[in-house]
């Protein structure tokens, strides 16, 4: 199973709301990514997890708060997102560096989300 | 991470050989060259990676220069579905780099029947 699984696929939220994107894989993979990728622009590294702590953080904004709550699972908190927030957020893993040689990461389809 | 250069958009006939070149002139010398491809409407996905030595695998050839300042990606026969956003990517992965992607903005490579 090469598989990253996202959720929801579409959301649509209001600067007021509070939501969540789930992403999760069964590879035995140990290091997490969240990326966003703005409409026609490539995808902007945001997180990394490494064996289920936080390893980076690329000066994203406190209104996007991750968790990693176990190996297989990888959380997005959102809250009070702005309209330029709007993008794909799109989920990665892969082994963790410097353990196996050089790896590949496995992406999943992405969560578009709409912030009106 | 070193810097790579793709031209925006290429065109290429379906069953033709498609070659996607990349230049990396300030590669360092742990630097492996990745690629990866997007299809609309998809993440990214792994195409193919390499050091030194040209690679191939069931998706692609990758011919790297043997000063490793250029390296071109090889589909040797473009179907409709290889239409997509290709991605060069430079990564120390025996460094400091823990895993990063590094995207640039890629090529747009069109496929036509």
């Known amino acids: 199973d090469t598989e990253v699984t996202q959720t929801p696929k579409h959301l649509v939220m209001g600067m007021t709301n509070k939501k969540s994107l789930k992403c999760e894989q069964h590879?035995?993979?140990?290091?997490m990514y969240w990326y966003k990728q703005k409409a026609k622009k490539p995808p902007e590294l945001m997180f990394v997890?490494?064996?289920?702590?936080?390893?980076i953080n690329e000066s994203v904004p406190s209104r996007f708060s991750p968790e990693c709550p176990n190996s297989s699972l990888l959380n997005l908190h959102l809250h009070a997102l702005q309209p330029e927030d709007s993008a794909l957020y799109l989920c990665?893993?892969?082994?963790?560096?410097?353990?196996?040689?050089?790896?590949?990461?496995?992406f999943g389809p992405g969560t578009r989300l709409t912030v009106t | 991470d070193a810097k790579t250069t793709q031209p925006n958009s290429m065109e290429s006939n379906e069953e033709e050989p498609v070659h996607l070149p990349c230049n990396h002139s300030?590669?360092?010398?742990?630097?492996?060259i990745h690629w990866y491809r997007q299809l609309p409407s998809q993440g990214p996905e792994y195409v193919i990676h390499?050091?030194?030595s040209n690679v191939n695998n069931r998706m692609a050839s990758l011919a790297i220069a043997e000063d490793r300042k250029s390296s071109t990606l090889i589909l040797h026969r473009a179907t409709l579905r290889d239409a997509a956003v290709y991605y060069c990517?430079?990564?120390?992965?025996?460094?400091?780099?823990?895993?990063?992607?590094?995207f640039g903005k890629g090529t747009k490579l069109s496929v036509k029947p």
């Open positions: 990517i430079l990564r120390d992965d025996y460094g400091g780099s823990q895993g990063n992607l590094i």
């Open positions: 590879m035995g993979h140990r290091a």
């Open positions: 300030t590669i360092s010398g742990t630097d492996y």
């Open positions: 997890y490494s064996y289920e702590k936080l390893s």
């Open positions: 390499g050091l030194t």
């Open positions: 990665a893993s892969s082994q963790v560096p410097g353990t196996s040689g050089t790896y590949e990461q496995y």
